[in-house]
């Protein structure tokens, strides 16, 4: 079956983390984590460009390698009503390996950083 084939085996998500609490006089939270991802060689989806589509794959259709990727996420909560983050994902890139895929020919972007700000309004 198609929409079988076009899922990994086995794919698994992991982190690992330490967590400080009340830091600067207990104005601050801190965690700080690895966070990795790994599957199995699979179907993945095809891009179709003319219509700008994932569709399921025939039997043609390369598959995507095993693949994995490693980063780091920062999580800061300031008195209970902010929260800050920054994640440094697919840190290995580049380094350890030439791309990852979870579709075949568009490898994820390397060294990929993220930051955001939450903010707590009413409550």
């Known amino acids: 079956d198609r929409a079988i084939a076009a899922l990994p085996d086995a794919w698994g998500d992991a982190q690992l983390g330490v967590r400080a609490l009340g830091v ?8 700080i984590a690895l966070r990795g991802r790994a599957w199995t060689s699979f179907a993945s989806r095809a891009f179709h460009a003319p219509t700008a589509r994932f569709p399921l794959p025939d039997a043609a259709t390369v598959d995507a390698p095993a693949g994995g990727t490693l980063g780091l996420a920062i999580l800061t909560r300031l008195q209970k009503r902010a929260s800050l ?34 903010w707590t309004l009413f409550g």
Not at 24 to 31: M, R, S
Not at 97 to 102: I, N, P, R
């Open 85 to 118: 983050y920054i994640t440094y994902d697919n840190a290995l890139a580049s380094r350890a390996y030439t791309g990852t895929f979870l579709v075949p020919v568009y490898p994820f972007t390397p060294h990929h950083l993220r930051f955001g700000v939450f």
């Open 24 to 31: 600067f006089n207990g104005v601050l939270d801190l965690d």
